[in-house]
């Protein structure tokens, strides 16, 4: 039983690893959505845009 504890532990570890990963699998696809905050300002500017078209 104890070892199985251990193993277990040791799968809890793996685990946190894991959904650690898969914490940074969406923070690696946040890079992107960081771009499209970069896309941001370029929104503002199709603002100005706007009222170049009115």
């Known amino acids: 039983l104890q070892?199985?504890?251990t193993c277990h532990r040791k799968s809890r570890g793996k685990l946190d690893l894991l959904s650690t990963?898969?914490?940074h699998h969406p923070?690696?696809?946040y890079p992107p959505y960081q771009s499209h905050g970069s896309?941001?300002?370029p929104?503002?500017?199709p603002n100005p845009y706007s009222q170049?078209?009115?």
């Open 3 to 5: 070892t199985t504890c």
């Open 21 to 23: 990963k898969s914490s």
């Open 27 to 29: 923070m690696a696809e």
């Open 39 to 41: 896309y941001e300002p």
């Open 52 to 54: 170049v078209r009115a």
């Open 43 to 45: 929104t503002s500017k």
